[in-house]
């Protein structure tokens, strides 16, 4: 069982008036930890901060919840930290408190084992029968509500696959069920326009910065699925998985993009 902390206290009990219990009002955040040190905290503090504010509250503590996640990240040395911030208990209407006292959860976890195979080896994806609402009010946050995500993982892959591809109800590509997406074509890089559905990653944010100090093109934009059966090389990103090259996407096949190594190795991301 992982060890959770609700609001700096070692338990694992909430009220269950939580607003996001009761509506997913708040969102989160996944973080790696690598020798002792949570990599891109103050992005992930950052982003959490973001959220909560499009949300209508703002992230209460922030020195404090920095300071247990750094004494927390030395204590496991390794592994995954996920931190989850809600508005805290309101009443049993959708109407959100005047004064907000929020809740924050903690908790430490081990980096799946299969995860260091995936960078190495590389994946495949199916497309997933679920798709994404448009709702640009609520686009590229981690935000509580992941119901469509249980949606997906709901259903079984078919053998050998690892993961899904996710469209939005218009059918553009947004991300894996996990992880945000890029395409090469040619001499330039893409990925999705988080502007109406899915979640903008740290690590995506990261890539797209690595990415540029590299003198290679980056665009975010509508990528249709057709485009992306048509594209040179096809990756993944999360802050757990750092980046992971796509062998095919059901019967459409792919190389290796060679460079995803060298920027594994500057982002620190190797597993």
């Not at 959490?48 to 300071?67: D, K, M, P, V, Y």
């Not at 892959?157 to 553009?172: A, K, R, S």
């Not at 750092?242 to 920027?263: T, V």
Request: proline share 3%; charged share 15%.
């Amino acid at each position: 069982m992982a060890s959770v902390f609700v609001n700096g206290l070692p338990q694992q009990q909430i009220n269950p008036l939580d607003r996001g219990l009761a509506y997913g009002d708040g969102a989160f955040a996944t973080m790696r930890v690598l020798q002792g040190k949570v990599l891109f905290i103050d992005e992930h503090i950052e982003r959490l901060q973001q959220a909560c504010l499009r949300l209508g509250f703002a992230l209460q503590n922030q020195l404090e919840l920095i300071n247990q996640l750094e004494q927390h990240g030395q204590i496991i040395n390794q592994g995954c930290i996920k931190i989850l911030i809600s508005r805290g208990v309101g009443g049993r209407g959708y109407t959100a408190p005047d004064i907000v006292e929020q809740t924050s959860v903690i908790s430490l976890h081990e980096i799946p084992a299969h995860y260091q195979q995936w960078q190495q080896q590389g994946i495949s994806l199916s497309l997933a029968a679920v798709t994404l609402a448009r709702q640009p009010l609520l686009a590229g946050m981690k935000h509580l509500n992941r119901l469509e995500q249980v949606l997906i993982k709901q259903d079984s892959l078919p053998q050998g696959c690892d993961d899904w591809l996710v469209l939005d109800t218009d059918g553009n590509v947004v991300e894996s069920s996990m992880a945000n997406v890029f395409i090469v074509e040619g001499q330039n890089v893409y990925t999705p326009a988080i502007s109406h559905s899915g979640v903008s990653g740290v690590m995506r944010q990261q890539l797209i910065i690595a990415l540029l100090q590299n003198n290679i093109n980056v665009y975010a934009e509508p990528i249709s699925l057709s485009r992306l059966k048509q594209a040179d090389h096809v990756f993944i990103s999360n802050s757990l998985l750092g980046i992971i090259n796509i062998n095919n996407l059901d019967d459409n096949q792919y190389s290796s993009w060679p460079m995803s190594h060298n920027l594994i190795k500057q982002l620190q991301l190797s597993l």
